[in-house]
């Protein structure tokens, strides 16, 4: 008797674990997704944010993150660092190729803003930790 019930009970349990498989794949995927879609999760680099008018990306050993101005039909552009309150903290005017490694920054989180001439050409935020 004992052996009908274990056989009876065996499929319903397989299935039990194959019909919750799809939906840990799922919940796995949608997660990846949320990472990508929120680089601030961790101590992301910023590549995730970069653009065609500049790249971001953390210093590998300091506090500091690295912006290296791209292709912009030679104009000058400006990048401004925020904090969460509005407040500029810092503006730095890049040439096509220039790079500046940005220090000072108190942990947290920023917004930044570039612009070439008047028009806004990228916007993202930074989390310095």
């Not at 065996?10 to 990508?36: G, H, N, W, Y």
């Not at 953390?58 to 101005?69: E, G, K, L, Q, T």
């Not at 890049?94 to 050409?121: P, S, W």
Request: some cysteine; proline content about 3%.
């Amino acid at each position: 008797m004992t052996k009908k019930i274990t056989h009876s009970i065996a499929p319903i349990v397989c299935f039990s674990i194959l019909a919750m498989q799809p939906a840990t794949a799922k919940a796995m995927t949608s997660k990846r997704i949320d990472e990508e879609k929120n680089p601030s999760a961790k101590t992301r680099s910023s590549s995730s944010l970069n653009n065609h008018a500049i790249k971001i990306y953390p210093d590998a050993i300091s506090r500091a993150m690295h912006v290296i101005a791209k292709e912009n039909e030679g104009k000058q552009i400006d990048f401004f660092i925020f904090d969460l309150q509005g407040e500029l903290m810092k503006h730095y005017k890049l040439d096509e190729g220039d790079h500046k490694k940005i220090t000072g920054l108190q942990r947290g989180k920023y917004i930044y803003h570039v612009f070439c001439g008047d028009e806004e050409t990228a916007t993202g935020k930074l989390d310095i930790r």
